[in-house]
């Protein structure tokens, strides 16, 4: 059952509500029967034209008004005093079989007061980029707001071309961003920041709720998040190209996937966003840039907390918390079950070395799998004679070694060329292209015999080089 927003118990100036609005042709594309059945939403798919009215934007959940969102946000540094839900509304809320709250939005659901000059409306092909990677993340084990469900509209929708409308349905633990907080700090309003971090600890982070000092424990379990997230991109090469912080949600999961892509070759400066001309959110970037999100939060939270150099400790603790996550991660990806203070240098040197010959991140590390107990000539140079010697110094033999980096490093990522593939079938009409896709991202750690083209680079004429904004 989907109930109202819990939005709704803050004051008007938090969001804003939007009538229904007609949809001449709705229609399901995708439904998420997994995800339906944690959230208890399953028996919504007994009448699948309502679902998709529903889903679209053009009907209400009983007792469960639509809602846009207002905040602001630091795009690409500057400030923006407001932005919003400009072409998505929250549809309401589900809870999980634990009893945990979640958002149901709809983005592409039509204009809102937030939309500025655009229509709020989506095309086909953000939706089906978004449904993918997000689902891709989930299944890579890496905190993520959901993909429930995908509309046809019906509508013609005009960007650069006219391409089919569509709505996505995204299912995330909120909608809080660090935009958020600014929106209301930009103007002063001590009363809407203090009930906004009352609403996020409540919501998020309860355990918090009767600590000396809340703002502080809630920046600190806030940079924690997102120093884990941030490690979580890094070591499968995710570069989220708009890391602006309207979208740094406040749970710490993946929000937006517009011109987000997986590397291919590794590159530390690699940016693919073609909205980011200056690489601010490159690769490499994305750690320094979480922390500079962070400490915009810290700034809000000043109005309600006078505890300045605890926040800005937090602020500065944060580079060594998401060294120590990171390290952790890719010390599992080289198959380290200890320990040793070298290990940044042997990961960094293994970086360097794929750097230096062109070679694919993902297969990259699969393949290194495979040298864990060979005796033959080195595939990876000096590298790999120093990272075999490091493993025998463990009491683990190859074999498990082996099979501890394949739990960790993918076979299968949503590899731009294949999603742009998706995209362009689903345009003329095809779907089996994107349900195939999401089939075999769904195991992304396990071989697939009958999906091994999926597990390949791309050839020269298939490389995607710059991903767009969904907007």
Known sequence: MIHASSFTRLPARFHARIEPRPIPAPELLAWNDTLARELRLESLADDRAGLARLLCGADTAADSPLLALVYAGHQFGHFVPQLGDGRAVLLGEARDRNGKRYDIQLKGAGRTPYSRAGDGKSSLGPVIREYVLSEAMHHLGIPTT?????????????????????????????????????????????????????????????????????????????????AGLVADWMSVGFIHGVMNTDNTAIAGETLDYGPCAFMDEYRHDRVFSSIDRYGRYAYGNQAPV????????????????????????????????????????MRRKLGLITARDDDADLVADWLCHLENHDLDFTLAFRNLATRAGARDESQYGEFEGRWRARLREQ????????????????????????????????????????????????RPFEEQPRFTHYAAAPQPHERVTQTFCGT
């Open 395 to 442: 009491d683990a033999g190859p074999g498990t070694v082996t099979a501890m980096m394949n739990s960790v490093n993918p076979l299968f990522i949503a590899r731009n060329h294949r999603v742009e593939e998706a995209i362009r079938d689903a345009i003329d009409g095809d779907l089996s292209t994107f349900e195939e896709l999401n089939v075999v991202l769904s």
């Open 146 to 226: 959901r993909a429930l469900a995908a509309v046809a509209t019906g509508e013609q929708v005009y960007r650069e071309d006219v391409l089919p409308g569509a709505v996505f349905t995204r299912v995330a633990s909120s909608h809080l961003r660090v935009g958020t907080f600014e929106y209301f700090a930009a103007r002063g309003d001590v009363e809407a920041v203090r009930l906004l971090a009352e609403y996020a600890i409540e919501r998020h982070y309860p355990e918090l709720a009767d600590e000396p000092s809340p703002h502080v424990a809630f920046l600190r379990r806030v940079a924690e998040r997102q």
């Open 290 to 329: 979480a922390q500079w999100n962070l400490a915009r939060l810290a700034e809000c939270l000043l109005l309600v907390c006078d505890e300045r150099p605890a926040l800005e400790e937090v602020i500065g603790e944060f580079p060594a918390r998401y060294e120590e996550a990171y390290l952790a991660r």
